[in-house]
């Protein structure tokens, strides 16, 4: 008898969430959509949002507290000379590792890099996820994007 009893609650929960979710899709089916042409209308981005890198060139002092403070180290950097004589020849950043964490913007004494609302990622190759900022190029080389 208690088994029976207990065949018979566990079927009437079953029916009554099957239910509940049956009149929550009706009640979204009927209700105004909510969609966007997403290329020519975007959604507005919130000011907090952590977007892909901007880095300025010209206040850069390659300190290196950038790429030492980066949780994942995706931040690469190549320098040469040092006080008026430095001369950055690299500034790298690998988005396949990148956590967007800002903790690179946080610690760096110049403001030369930070983040900006752009969100856009989309790539055909994995080595065009490694930008180079002072040379404004992917990590490919051009025999491979031929290809």
Same mark, same amino acid.
């Given at each position: 008898m208690?088994?029976?009893?207990k065949y ?6 079953g $029916?009554l ?8 899709t009706?009640k979204?089916?009927f209700?105004?959509?909510v969609?966007?042409?997403y290329?020519? $209308?975007?959604?507005?981005?919130p000011?907090?949002?952590r977007?892909?890198?901007k880095?300025?060139k010209?206040k ?8 030492n403070?980066c949780?994942v180290s995706c931040i690469?950097?190549e320098?040469?000379g040092?006080g008026?004589?430095?001369k950055?020849?690299?500034?790298? $950043?690998?988005?396949s590792?990148?956590?967007f964490?800002s903790?690179c913007?946080?610690n ?5 890099i930070?983040?900006?609302n752009?969100y ?7 080595c065009?996820? $490694?930008?180079d900022?002072?040379k404004e190029?992917?990590?490919?080389d051009?025999?491979?994007?031929e290809n």
């Open positions: 208690k088994n029976f009893k018979f609650k566990q079927l009437y929960l $029916i969430t099957n239910l509940k979710g049956l009149f929550l009706i979204y089916f209700k105004k959509k969609t966007l042409s290329p020519e $209308i975007k959604e507005d981005i000011l907090s949002f977007g892909i890198h880095y300025n010209n850069c002092i390659a300190c290196l507290i950038c790429k403070n949780p690469d950097i320098s040469e040092k008026q004589d430095l950055i020849k690299g500034y790298k $950043i690998d988005y590792k990148c956590l964490c903790m913007e946080e760096c004494p110049k403001k030369a930070y983040l900006s752009e856009n990622l989309c790539v055909d190759k994995r065009d996820l $490694i930008v900022f002072v190029t992917s990590n490919c051009n025999s491979k994007k």
